[in-house]
Each structure stands twice: as structure tokens, then as C-alpha cells.
């Protein structure tokens, strides 16, 4: 079926996009903002796909990707939390570093055939008509992305933990006064950002395209941020955030496949000019976003010595 198909694309395409806002927006509720999502992305990818060629195993690759993600963002809380450098600067270098690290580290990969994470089958349920391949024959990165979207939900809102990064992130002098070390827990907050950013990056070189591909990521750890923003900091905003821009980058490509004669170019900016629009509605209504916004984010701490 054209309906069925077109929905596994979606899926495939939101995934990575759902599960690094979702990384993101852990690390922005500790009042941290991470710009370098685009850089820990394609770091990710890079490291899954090489790690995976050298072993020939796909779930070493995916784990490799996670772990250089998370290896990636320490340097951005060095720089950030320990130095205290702008974090919006910061961020926009590691993206920069990123794209110029990959493009070098994997060199040697290009034109290599990649080894693609295959989707799981679930006895009987995969065989159920149309609802079987959708939700019960996907890879194991969809499942994840949706048991990280229960687990975060839970975290930062019915465990204890949850609530003292929540109590950082509006006021971390306050939370530090109370006797909270802020310091351990942004570093734990940048670290998850950074590990599902890669897990992300690892989905894109290991499922959605199975090579690697110079600058792959294309933008998507742009969107991923947007998306924090668009889902006002809520994790199951976030998740229908994701699958609606997923849905605009699969709809380009089957527009182009249709033969509509519209440029290439065009549609190809179609996703990131429906994060535009989305974020110029969401500033349309302040009220809301200044409410849910964590108050100290992007801003450093600095503790008494």
C-alpha cells in the first residue's frame, strides 16, 4: 500500500528528529543551551558507521554512536560549565568543529556500502495487516525513541531527580543555595543531550541512509532545536513536533516522485521553512513560551569558592 509506505518513511525520517529534541530538551531544562546538536549529530554518524564497518556489527556501531555523542559534549561542557565561555558561541563552533571533524574521520568511508540496522520482527503482531509493519517491524532506534519519550516525560515530572533539574534550570542560584550541586547535574544533562544527539546521528548512517555521506545530517540537529521550542519544553510536544516535520521532509521527496513540476530547490527548503513559520507562530503567542521557558537558560553559574 502507497498509504503504508508513506507512513514507515515518516516514521524513519522523524525518528532521529524526536529523539534529539528530546536530548535537547533535557539539557535545556537544566538551563543549559546546547547549539552544537548539529555537530554531536554527525559526529554520531560517523562514528556509528566506521564502528560498524570495523566490526561488522550494527548494534556496536549504534553504541559507538551514542558514546561519541556523549564523548563530544563533554568538550562543550568543559568549555561552557568549567570555563564558563558563552554557550551560544560554543555551540556554534562544536557544530562547526563537527562538520569539519566528520568530513575528515570519514573520508575513507565514502562509496562504502554501510551495514544497515535491520527492523525487528515480533512474532504475530508484525504480521497484522497495515498496523503490524507501522508499529511492530521497525528498528530498534523507534523503540527507543519512544521509550525515551516516556522515560524523559517521567523523569522531569513525577521522580525527584526531575524535579531538582527543573529547579536549576528556573533558578540556579536558588537550587545551589539549597545545598544542589548544579555543576554535576548540567554536566549529566549535557552528557544525555549529547548521547541522544548521537544516537540520532547513528540512526541516520545506520537506518534512514546506510552509507555515510559528508554533511548528512543536513540540517536536522537545526530542526531538533526548533523543536524544543516549538514543543514549549513539554516531551510529548516534542513527538508530534517531530513526526509533522518528518512528514513535510517525506512529502518533498514524493512530490518530486509525482512529477509536479515544481523546482527541486523548493521543495527541498520545505522543512526548514516550515520550522520558520513554526517558530514565528509560537512567538506570536509570548506569554506562553516565557512561562514555560527555563529562566536561566543559556545563562552561567558560577559558584561561591
Known sequence: MILEAIILTVITAATPLVVAALGELVTERSGVLNLGVEGMMIMG???AFAVAQMTGNPYLGL???IGVGALFS???GFLTLTLVTNQVATGLALTILGLGASGMIGETWVGVPG???????IPGLSDIP???????????????????????NWFLFRSRTGLMLRA???????????GIDVLRVRYLSVMFGGAC???????????????????????????????????SWRPWRVLAGGYLFGAVTIGQLHTQALGVNVPSQFLSA???AATVVVLVLISRNRRTTLINTPASLGKPFVPDR
Open 197 to 231: 544527539a548521537g544516537l540520532a546521528g547513528a540512526q541516520l548512517s545506520l537506518v534512514y541512509t546506510p552509507q555515510w555521506v559528508e554533511d548528512m545530517s543536513a540540517g536536522r540537529g537545526w530542526i531538533a532545536l526548533a523543536l524544543v521550542v516549538f514543543s
Open 74 to 76: 563533554l568538550l562543550f
Open 45 to 47: 554518524a560517523v562514528g
Open 130 to 152: 497495515v498496523i503490524g509493519p507501522i508499529l511492530f517491524h521497525q528498528d530498534i532506534v523507534f523503540y527507543l525513541s519512544i521509550v525515551l519519550l516516556i522515560g524523559v
Open 63 to 65: 553504541l559507538a554512536g
Open 270 to 272: 520545505l522543512p526548514y
Open 168 to 178: 536549576i534550570g528556573d533558578n540556579h542560584g536558588s537550587a545551589h543555595a539549597l
Open 115 to 121: 551495514i544497515k540496522l535491520q527492523a525487528i520482527y
